[in-house]
């Protein structure tokens, strides 16, 4: 069974073919960052019309990749939100022309469980050992989500303010790092080393498994425009930065697991690359921690493919009507 997954709820032009849900036959991502970064972050127009510039392309090369053609695939598959309203419509209409055009079932996808999929690409085998405690951090969420079987989510924190990536690509602004700021804070965080002298505090929003990003975002502003005495290196205030985050985010899953019985750790989403969240995550759990690599953490359409195998499973199907929803939820 070779599903097609297409993906374009924020800035890539990202397009999949995954067989049975697991193997991963191709991953083709068309990034927009160069042409959002000038702009500090992502301008929702200009990522539609990109996405319309770039679908075509994307799916040739993916199939290509894959080596088949349109008529070897068995189902398509769609992100249908949340996400920008207008990057949505591009990859749920062409979807739509797709399946309409090749008489093949039409497979919404939620974006957020799309990501919990990419822990299962190519895993030689490992399936879930549900249930799997899964942190869904993102540019747009951070989730702590039990997941008790496919389909079957129960979200359990979230973050009050800024998502974790959001945060992420404040602080970088604020240290001058460009956009996207993810990858940018791990590599300067990195040259910093793990001798930090800084600390910066932790948020305790009210709700057990919550986040709260957007006061340590404040404090590294202060910091930065010298108001807190004191001028650290950049590279010292990324690393307490990320050491900040990471620290409330393994903490809470850490908690949120035990108290739930969880089998296993499921990272995932944008944030899921983050090299030090990866590494302390691994150290701190006493249960396995499954994470996909760096390149299927970020946006992608292997992970709407592989999720889309277990909804047409269970008969989740969409009509050739169906709409965005640019807030959809998980759990
Ligand atoms: O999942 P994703 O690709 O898109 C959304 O669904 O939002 O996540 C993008 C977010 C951005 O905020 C980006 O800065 C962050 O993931 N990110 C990282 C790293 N790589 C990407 N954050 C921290 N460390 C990284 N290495
Ligand atoms: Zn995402």
């Known amino acids: 069974m070779r599903t097609l997954g297409i993906e374009t709820s924020c800035d890539e032009t990202a397009i999949g073919v995954v067989e049975d849900g697991t193997r991963l036959l191709a991953s083709i991502v068309s990034s927009q960052v160069q042409l959002h970064a000038e702009y500090g972050g ?16 994307v799916l040739d090369e993916a199939l290509s990749g894959a080596g088949c053609g349109l008529a070897d695939l068995d189902a398509v598959a769609v992100t249908y939100g949340p996400g920008l309203s207008g990057a949505l419509l591009v990859g749920v209409n062409f979807a739509k022309a797709l399946a309409f055009s090749l008489s093949l079932p039409l497979v919404p996808v939620n974006h957020l469980e799309g990501h919990i999929y990419a822990a299962w690409l ?3 085998g490992e399936g879930p050992r549900f249930p799997s405690l899964v942190l869904i951090v993102s540019g747009g969420h951070s989730d702590v989500v039990l997941m008790e079987g496919h389909g079957r989510y129960r979200r359990l924190g979230q973050t009050v303010d800024d998502a974790a990536g959001e945060a ?13 700021g993810g990858p940018a804070i791990d590599r300067l965080a990195a040259e910093h080393g793990r001798a930090k002298t800084l600390r910066l ?10 986040f709260s990003f957007s006061g340590l975002k404040t404090k590294v502003g202060r910091i930065v425009r010298g108001e807190e005495g004191g001028a650290p290196e950049a590279a010292e205030l990324a690393a307490a930065f990320q050491e900040s985050v990471v620290d409330s985010l393994v903490t809470k899953a850490l908690e949120a697991a035990a108290s739930e019985g969880a089998r296993e750790i ?3 989403g944008g944030v899921a690359a983050n090299s030090e969240l990866r590494r302390v995550l691994a150290e701190r759990s006493p249960l396995p921690v499954v994470v996909p690599p760096p390149e299927l953490c970020t946006d992608n359409g292997a992970m709407i493919a592989a999720c889309a195998h277990y909804r047409l499973a269970a008969g989740d199907l969409a009509p050739l009507g169906l709409d965005i929803d640019p807030a959809l939820k998980i759990g």
Do not use: Q
């Open 42 to 57: 992502v301008v929702p127009e200009l990522a539609s019309r990109k996405h319309v510039e770039a679908i075509i392309p």
């Open 122 to 124: 190519d895993t030689n």
């Open 168 to 180: 992420f690509d404040k602080v970088a602004r604020l240290l001058g790092l460009g956009f996207p």
């Open 201 to 210: 505090p932790r948020a305790r929003p009210d709700g057990e498994y919550d």
């Open 266 to 268: 499921i990272l995932s």
